[in-house]
Every structure is written in structure tokens, then in C-alpha cells.
């Protein structure tokens, strides 16, 4: 009778039924979900919801908020090694390959459903959950990077709309750029690009350079690794092409071709810090980027939405709005994008005694991946969405999420198989410029060598 009103409910919402595995047959099943963001606040109604469906009122989440740092990795990952865990956890969508042996697909996903998937939501959710065919996490939305800008900077400057291009950025530079007569300092900076390494206090003085840096190369053309042929292609010339896949693709690390779009991407992001540049507006001495955009003192920021609330929080009259990000090529939209997802413990495939909640989480993690809650997570967090019918809806609202929504839908990633050292490689590269005196190449050759051995290494935990 269950898995009939199942049936029911489920053509009545034009969407196929989940395939069970287990008759729950009403028997009581608790799953435990690790939670680093967004906890019950967030998913408690859709929790409700999901409950009140036919069928699904015998299962109880318990969801369990956790800090995000290396020590939810190494308990998530040495509870999993024991056979014990949370049923649910969350990853970042950069870990699923050093974590997904670690995880359990979700087999409902298989067939038409499959396909339904992929058509269903963004390219960038697509990619990032998928492995080999098998959905092995659910996201909610997709994180991506866009611009920043102070409206009174901008008005008291004679620019009556912010950059859509970066040209357009180059011919603001010395209309909102303010140097202090004595010190020859910013006082006002146009835009926050061009550092990375250590900065004025120590830190990086730019935040998620490491993940700016990457977006230029996208939008310039090129890519760091080809999942088709899995090569590396950070820092192929444009010119050469793989026959069998029609992508960049590069033998050996000589010497690299100022053509290629590694070279031309990160040679303009370093021209912001550049003094002999007329695109300098940022260096080593400017303050922390998030405190200069708060403080009125930076009219570009380039950032993720999460960012509009810390905005707040700092200065709640701060005149600053969000507008796209501009294109090195209109013809190449690209942002960088990135966002958490959830996925089950292995123990639900591995112990045969865990059967009965492995088929309460799957259609749990299956709802969460449905309209009705995928909407309900958006509204709780003004994120942008990862469901393109959702991007839609958002896309006809009048504040700034449209702008992110827009964003989810062109959106890349690329591979980490070591996330830490991977993003450590931008950072090392701008520093060997502006505290080594590297030439710029010979940085940027360090930095394709170093990203091609932590490929050739493999997938490593946190």
C-alpha cells in the first residue's frame, strides 16, 4: 500500500517514482546527517515536508551541525574507516574524487532519471556530482563569482553603469583610482585584482585569489585538465591541438608560449599590480580587500553571494550593489563557480545490515534534488540555484540573486585532486613574482610542473 501512494504522488507531480531496493514498510529509520552549513534553520521545514509525503513519516534526520575545517575531513573520514559515521555528509564539490570511495551512489539515479538529471540541472552541478555515470551527491545551489561595486564611487566619478567588460574596467581605473600625494598609496582603488601572496599584514590581501586567477582562464579560452583524455592542459599553446579529442593539450613543460591563454590570463590579472601598468590599482601594501570595499575605499570587488550578508554585517549603509562580471571575450561567458553537496557513508552499500536506511536515505537525498525542495532551499538562503527551473524563477526577481542565478548557468570548475595544493599554486605563483623577482613566465612554467605532478600523484584527502 506504501509504495503505491508512492506511485501515486509521484505521477500526479508528471515525475517518475523512485525505484526501492527495501521495503521500508513503516519500520523506524533515523538517519544522522553531518551539516557544516546551513543546518536545521535551513532544511528544517523541507525536513518537515519531506515527512509529511506518504510513506516517509517512519524516517527521522537528525541533523548534526559541524564546523568546516580539516577536522570535520579527518573525523568524517576516520568514523567512515571504522564502519560508523553519519549516514548523510556534506563535501565540497572539488573533493569528490579523493572522497567518493569513501561514499555511496545514489543508484535511483539510472535510466531516464539520469537523464532527467542532467538535463535538469546546471552544467556545473552536472559535472561535479557525476562520476562515471553515478550520482553520488546533491546540490542545492552553485556559488559563483561576481562583481561588486560601491554606487557613490562610481556617481561621484561620472560612471553612470558598472563595468560590463573588462575594457570597460581599464577605462575606469584612472577615473576612481585616488593616490595619496605623499605616500603614493591608494587611498581609493579602482578594482582589487593583481596580488595574492603575503600582503601588507602578512595574508593575502585579495580574497579567493586563488579562485579568480582560474576564472581569467576560463574566460580567455583555456582550461587545466581535459576530463575527456585526462591530460593536463594548463599552459598548452592555443595552436596545439590532441587529434583524438580536439582540445589543447600539451607533452612536456619547455619553455611556455606567450600566446597561450595560461600566460595571457594571469599576465592581466598581475597587470592590477603592476606600477608601470595603466591597469595598476592594487599592490602588495593595499589593505585586506573586504575591508577596503566595506570601508568605501574600493570601488570593484569581484566575490561569491555569500558575500552580500558580511557586506552588511560590516557597514549596513554601505551604497554597493552586484552587477555580471565582465568578459575578456563576450563570445567565452565564464565564471568560477563551486558549491557543498550531500552524498551517503559506503557503510550503506558495504553492511548488508544497513539496507533499510540506505533506502531511507536515498529517497531522502532524491527529494532534495525535486523543485518543491530545491525552491524552499533558496528562499531559506537567497543562494543561487542549481535546478535550471529554479534559475528561471530566480531570474525574474528584481534583487541582486538574479545576477548569481544568471551566473550558476555558466559557471566552471576544474580538477583538484589535491584541493589544498592545488589552490596553494596560485598563491605560490604570484608571490614568486612579487617577492622573488621571478619573471612572470618562469613563474607560471613553476606552477603548470607543479599542477602536473599533483595530477600525476592522484587523488589525497584533506
Do not use: C
Not at 597587470?271 to 570593484?300: C, H, M, V
Amino acid at each position: 500500500m506504501t509504495l503505491l501512494l508512492i506511485t501515486i504522488v509521484a505521477l500526479a507531480l508528471n515525475r517518475p517514482a523512485p525505484k526501492q531496493t527495501v521495503d521500508i514498510n513503516n519500520q523506524k529509520v533515523t538517519l544522522v546527517w553531518w551539516k557544516p552549513f546551513y543546518g536545521s534553520e535551513v532544511y528544517g521545514d523541507i525536513i518537515k515536508d519531506f515527512k509529511a509525503i506518504p510513506g516517509n513519516n517512519n524516517i527521522d534526520i537528525q541533523l548534526v551541525d559541524k564546523e568546516y575545517n580539516d577536522d570535520y575531513y579527518k573525523s568524517l573520514i576516520s568514523d567512515i574507516a571504522r564502519g560508523a559515521g553519519p549516514d548523510i555528509f556534506t563535501i565540497r564539490n572539488d573533493d569528490l574524487p579523493a572522497y567518493k570511495e569513501f561514499m555511496t551512489p545514489l543508484n535511483i539515479f539510472s535510466g531516464d532519471l539520469l537523464a532527467k538529471y542532467k538535463s535538469d540541472f546546471v552544467d556545473l552541478a552536472v559535472k561535479d556530482t557525476i562520476d562515471k555515470d553515478k550520482v553520488y551527491a546533491i546540490t542545492s545551489y552553485v556559488e559563483n563569482l561576481q562583481l561588486y561595486f560601491n554606487k557613490n564611487l562610481l556617481s561621484q566619478n561620472g560612471i553612470a553603469l558598472p563595468a560590463r567588460t573588462w575594457k570597460e574596467v581599464e577605462k575606469h581605473v584612472p577615473l576612481l583610482n585616488k593616490r595619496n600625494p605623499n605616500t603614493q598609496n591608494f587611498d581609493i582603488s579602482a578594482i582589487s585584482l593583481g596580488t595574492g601572496g603575503r600582503g601588507l599584514e602578512g595574508s593575502p590581501n585579495i580574497n579567493r585569489h586563488e579562485d579568480i586567477i582560474p576564472m581569467l582562464l576560463f574566460q580567455s579560452g583555456g582550461q587545466l585538465y581535459d576530463s575527456q583524455s585526462n591530460k593536463v592542459v594548463f599552459g598548452s599553446s592555443p595552436n596545439t591541438i590532441d587529434q583524438e579529442t580536439g582540445v589543447s593539450t600539451t607533452t612536456g613543460f619547455g619553455e611556455l608560449d606567450e600566446e597561450s591563454q595560461a600566460f595571457r590570463a594571469v599576465e592581466f590579472y598581475t597587470d592590477f599590480a603592476d606600477l608601470t601598468s595603466s591597469r595598476y590599482s592594487w599592490n602588495t601594501a593595499s589593505p585586506q580587500n573586504i575591508d577596503a570595499f566595506s570601508e568605501g575605499k574600493l570601488a570593484y570587488m569581484i566575490h561569491f553571494s555569500y558575500m552580500k550578508d558580511i557586506l552588511q554585517e560590516r557597514n549596513s549603509r554601505l551604497p554597493f550593489d552586484v552587477a555580471p562580471l565582465p568578459q575578456l571575450d563576450p563570445e567565452i561567458k565564464k565564471t568560477y563557480g563551486f558549491f557543498f553537496m550531500d552524498g551517503m557513508n559506503r557503510k550503506l552499500e558495504t553492511d548488508s545490515s544497513q539496507a533499510l536506511k540506505k533506502s531511507a536515505a536515498e529517497k531522502f537525498l532524491y527529494y532534495l534534488s525535486l523543485p518543491e525542495s530545491q525552491r524552499q532551499f533558496v528562499a531559506n538562503t537567497k543562494l543561487p540555484a542549481s535546478r535550471k527551473d529554479i534559475v528561471e524563477e530566480q531570474l525574474k526577481s528584481s534583487d541582486q540573486i538574479r545576477v548569481f542565478a544568471d551566473g550558476s548557468l555558466y559557471a566552471d570548475n576544474y580538477y583538484k585532486p589535491d584541493v589544498v595544493k592545488t589552490e596553494q599554486i596560485w598563491t605560490d605563483m604570484i608571490e614568486r613574482v612579487q617577492y622573488e623577482g621571478q619573471p612572470l613566465k618562469e613563474s607560471i612554467e613553476v606552477a603548470i610542473q607543479e599542477y602536473q605532478l599533483i595530477v600525476q600523484k592522484g587523488p589525497k584527502l584533506r
